[in-house]
């Protein structure tokens, strides 16, 4: 079965800008989780959809946001991007987002603030 | 808040055993310990995970510590396909209830011929 694809891979935008980053889950998974990586800071978790509902969120600003549809599909939008923000963002799917449950990621959005 | 502590990097010659240690003394009782590797450019990719008991799969093996203080991930026959970054990772038993997911800093494995 198809992997978790994520849209686009690749962006550049400026400072103060906003973007939107896509993500479509495996096939009846319904669990959503963004991750943020940059080489600095490693992995870090930003929040988790389940059911069209964040359920859990990490410590980053208001700036990030996100939301899911009804078919599992989830978009992140960061607002007033900062230099900051550039990063490579992940996103992973699972059955019902427990700690048994496998995690696949998607291959990731790279995202360069300039 | 639950942290795994990792050498920075290992290396190993290719078809030999590979032995990926892991601490997390902080675990709670509940936490499940998952092992996910990343390739350069890629997105991280699932290897194995357990709760208490010793786990196997097609990729590797699980060994969990009694205490479950630690574990080590096995590499039965090492090949240059597994070089990568090693990510041991501890998940709680419903990802939505966690107040801080985190995540250490990997083990980079490189595998010699």
Redesign the interface.
């Known amino acids: 079965k198809a992997g978790v694809t994520q849209t686009p891979r690749y962006l550049i935008k400026t400072r103060g800008q906003q973007v939107t980053l896509s993500c479509s889950p495996i096939s009846g998974h319904r669990s959503v989780s963004w991750y943020q990586q940059t080489p600095g800071q490693g992995l870090q978790f930003l929040f988790e959809y389940f059911s069209e509902t964040q359920r859990n969120k990490g410590n980053f600003p208001g700036r990030f946001s996100g939301r899911q549809f009804s078919n599992s599909r989830s978009e992140m939008n960061v607002s007033t991007l900062e230099l900051g923000d550039s990063a490579l963002y992940l996103c992973a799917s699972s059955l019902e987002g427990t700690g048994g449950d496998e995690q696949y990621f998607g291959p990731g959005t790279r995202l360069t603030v300039t | 808040d639950a942290k795994t502590t990792q050498p920075n990097s290992m290396e190993s010659n290719e078809e030999e055993p590979v032995h990926l240690p892991c601490n997390h003394s902080t675990i709670s009782g509940?936490?499940?310990i998952?092992w996910?590797r990343q390739l350069p450019s890629?997105?991280?990719?699932?290897v194995i995970?357990g709760?208490t008991s010793n786990v196997n799969n097609r990729m590797a093996s699980l060994a969990i510590a009694e205490d479950r203080k630690s574990s080590t991930l096995i590499l039965h026959r090492a090949t240059l396909r597994d070089a990568a970054v090693y990510?041991c990772i501890l998940?709680?038993?419903?990802?939505?209830?966690?107040?801080?997911?985190?995540?250490?800093?990997?083990t980079r494995l490189q595998v010699t011929l």
């Open positions: 509940t936490d499940y998952h996910y890629q997105g991280p990719e699932y995970h709760l990510y998940y709680p038993p419903k990802i939505g209830t966690a107040s801080k997911l985190t995540f250490g800093t990997g």
